[in-house]
């Protein structure tokens, strides 16, 4: 069966902290792929990153890293030098590659909390 | 990236009566997702959609109660059945791109509130 797991519900920082939302996942599947999301005050589904399980590279996009271990079956994510409107709630999301299910799995969400 | 268009984007129902959500997609796809997302939790998905077959449902979720219509390739419908305040939800609709960068793209969303 496959898992995602936040095990952070909510994490409150002063703005330009560094944070850190952590991601561990369970999956039978040889291939998939992982996500994060941030989801705003507003509701919507913002995509973040997506990585696929042959491709263990750290990836930095601006104030955003990500840190894929297959290892540990994790995918974390900093933000560095956290900004106000990094206020929200993150989503990471597994996937699998093979096959015609086509679903995403959730993991719980993380509640960010960027103070001035 | 493909644009989904999904009505009505928040609404009030008395208990008891239904509402229909619909999704509609500027490219045709395969698979149609439905997810659920009740108030401080994550998402859920409800079932998935192909054109031309019955939707294919998650367990605790039935058909009775949540009737998906899938006509053609760009569009779907989600109907929430003699609504609880339970029900009360995001709804959300998604299409998967494998191709594309992003993979998935989702609807606006549903706010139900049913009192």
């Known amino acids: 069966a496959q898992k995602v797991t936040q095990a952070q519900t909510e994490i409150s920082v002063v703005e330009k902290e560094d944070v850190t939302l952590d991601c561990v996942y369970e999956t039978r599947d040889t291939t998939y792929y992982l996500f994060w999301y941030k989801q705003p005050p507003s509701g919507e589904l913002v995509f973040l990153i997506r990585r696929n399980s042959f491709d263990e590279q750290n990836e930095i996009s601006g104030r955003y890293s990500w840190n894929f271990q297959k290892s540990t079956s994790s995918f974390n994510f900093t933000i560095t030098a956290s900004q106000v409107v990094d206020s929200a709630v993150y989503f990471c999301a597994l996937s699998a590659i093979s096959g015609n299910t086509g679903k995403l799995i959730f993991g719980q969400g993380t509640t960010l909390q960027v103070k001035p | 990236s493909a644009v989904i268009s999904q009505k009505p984007s928040r609404d009030i129902c008395q208990r008891g009566t239904s509402l229909t959500i619909q999704c509609q997609v500027d490219?045709?796809?395969?698979?149609m997702f439905w997810y659920r997302q009740q108030p401080g939790q994550s998402l859920t998905l409800i079932a998935t959609a192909n054109q031309g077959s019955e939707a294919t449902y998650e367990s605790g979720f039935v058909i009775d109660k949540f009737p998906i219509s899938r006509p053609n390739l760009t569009f779907s419908t989600l109907t929430v059945s003699n609504m609880s305040p339970e029900d009360s939800s995001i709804y959300l609709c998604?299409?998967?791109?494998?191709?594309?960068?992003?993979?998935?793209?989702f609807g606006s969303g549903t706010r139900l509130t049913v009192v």
């Open positions: 490219s045709q796809v395969t698979m």
């Open positions: 998604s299409v998967t791109f494998p191709t594309a960068i992003y993979g998935y793209t």
